[in-house]
Structures are given as C-alpha cells and as structure tokens.
C-alpha cells in the first residue's frame, strides 16, 4: 500500500507523506486543536476552518490565514463564496501567506451558506462552479482542490459530469464525501459510489465520511481504491485519531494512544491556550471540548457537570486534576 499522496499543482505541486487528511471543521479545527492534532501527524495534510472569501478581502479572518505561517507541516486553506474574483483574491492572499493547497467548498448544506449561493449550492449551478475553478487555477500556482458530496439529492446524482467538468477546469484533486446534499448527515457515506466516481478521474480522490478509526479506514480505501482518505467527526474529543490511522497505514504496529489521565491533561493544556487567547471566555468555548472528552470512564459525566459549572478556569482545573488524581489511584 502507498504511503504518500501527490497532488499536481498548475505550477507548484505537493507531495504528502501521509494519505490521512483532517476535514476543516467550522468552529472546531483552529490553530490550537491543529496543533493537537499535529503532536501525533506530523506529516498529515490539515485544514484551517473554512473561510468566507469576501469577508476575506474586507478583512475578516485574516488572522485564520496568518496564523498557519508559524505552523509546523502541510495546512491547507478552504475558501467558500460564490463570487469567483472575491475567491481568486483570497486564493492569491492565503497562498502567499503559506497555504499548502486551496480547498474549495462545495458541498456546505448549511443554509447561511448554501442560500448565498456557496457551498453546496454549487452542486445546482455547475457553469459558476468551473468559472471558480478557473479563476482560482489562474490565480495561484498552488494546487486548487473541490470539497464535495456525491450530489443534490438521489434522484439528482449527476455528480460524475460535474466533477469531469471540474477537472477540465483545473480542479487538483477532489475529496468526496458519500452522501447527497439532501441526507444532510444521515444514513451512511456511500463508499461505493466513491469508488465509482474514483475510476472516471484522473486527479486524485480522497474518500471522506463516517471513517472513525483503522478498521473503516481500511474497509473503504479498500472499497473506494481512493488516494487518500479525510477524517472529520472522528477527531472530535481524538485529536490523535489522524495520527494513529496513518500509523496503521504506514504498517506500523504499537501506536500509543494516550490513557484517560493523559486525554485529561490535554484537556488542561486546551483549556489553558483557550484562557490564553480568548481570555475568560475561553473557558466557555471549551466546553464542547469538555463534552467530547468526558464521556467514556467512570465519573465522565459528573465531572463533565462541574466543569459546565466552574466559576473560573482555575476552579475548571482542579475539578479536572482531581479526577487525574482518583484515576491514577484506582489503577
Ligand atoms: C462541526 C462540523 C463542522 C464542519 N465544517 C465544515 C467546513 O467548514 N467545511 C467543510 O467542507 N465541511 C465541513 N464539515 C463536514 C466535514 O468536513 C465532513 O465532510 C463530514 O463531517 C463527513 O465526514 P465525517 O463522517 O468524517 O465527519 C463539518 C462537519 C462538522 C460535523
């Protein structure tokens, strides 16, 4: 099994040692949780959260570009927006400020989104899709990719004409995600279909939807014979979880995942870069981090409770430290 993907750029291209992406995730993947995620992917191709191109060029989010400039590997930048010269003006200014690759998205059901005509309501107006990815392509020498999803609805799967065109139109690399506009995010990523469309495209595919751990990685790079495959939800509360699939792909046997003392620790050092950047509201926009790591030991769920309530971060800290404390003893 290969190691390492490579995407050909118009006048730059990549080549990644790792064939495990981490999904931008709105509201999730910021600098500090891509550098969790880093501690055990050193050579994993990751995502900032996505990026409105015309806010961009007024000057909101820039600081989710800047930052990747003092990161360490491949971070690649996502753009969204329906107007192509707003989004080859963002492509310009994330690649000069170190995006590894430009992502564009067009597979957002989100309504805000989609009601502007970004994200997935691309699908429905395949001519302004090629015109962005032609005016991106122009615009940047780095490779420019097209996030997806399999089509609009069921009956509306013409999905495989739409990512030839894209090609045609420069489209890099495409990430697939196996289910319909329609499903949102229910019944299951169709891997099949992947596999399909994977065979009609000469760029190459990453497969993305419900892989959560070695064993789904495995069964649908098997399935699909993608490039690459793309985690989202699986890292929430496992930030290691890129690190560890790679590993396993790589043939490496014994990955260390850390212990509930040690995810616990993580958590304090979350909460303490949350504090740092954000001040006392930090500790508020740790609590679906909170959510996510508390729930799979004995007193997840108390602790889960006081920390909802803590008074302040300190407070926070030693609710979490005492519970490190009655793990440690227990064992
Ligand atoms: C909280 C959350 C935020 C997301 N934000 C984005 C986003 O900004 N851009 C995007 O292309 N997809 C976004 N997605 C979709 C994921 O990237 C991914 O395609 C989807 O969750 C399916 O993969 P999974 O089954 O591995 O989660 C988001 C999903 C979740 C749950």
Known sequence: MHTSLVIKGKGVSREIKSRVIQSPLAGVTDRIFRKFIRR?????LLFAEMIN???????????????????EGPIGIQLFDNRPNSVADAAKESESSGAYIIDINMGCPVKK?????????????????????????????????VKTRIGWSEKDKNI???????????????TIH???????????????????LKVELDVPVIANGDIYNVNDAIECLNITKADGIMIGRGVLGAPWIIGEIDFALKGLENFKKPTTEEKLQLLIEHIDELIFEKGEHGLLMARKYIAWTCNDFD?????RKNLVRAKN???????????????????
């Not at 015309?54 to 989710?64: D, M, R």
């Not at 005509?117 to 020498?141: F, M």
């Not at 495989?160 to 495409?174: I, T």
């Not at 030693?318 to 227990?330: P, V």
């Open 113 to 145: 989104i989609a009601n502007k005509g970004g994200g997935s309501a691309l699908l429905r107006d395949p001519c302004l899709a090629v015109e962005l990815v032609k005016k991106i392509s122009r615009a940047v020498n780095i490779p420019v990719s």
């Open 313 to 331: 971060p300190q407070e926070a800290k030693d609710e979490i430290l005492l519970m490190i404390h009655k793990l440690k003893n227990k064992s």
């Open 53 to 71: 191109a015309t806010s961009l060029n007024l000057g909101y989010g820039i600081e989710k570009i800047n930052q990747i400039n003092n990161e």
């Open 299 to 303: 007193g997840a769920q108390n602790l």
């Open 160 to 174: 495989k004409e739409f990512l030839l065109r894209l090609q045609d139109a420069g489209a890099n690399m495409f």
């Open 178 to 196: 196996g289910r319909t506009r329609e499903q949102g995010f229910n019944g299951k990523a169709d891997w099949s279909f992947i596999g399909e």
């Open 40 to 44: 055990w992917a050193p050579h994993s």
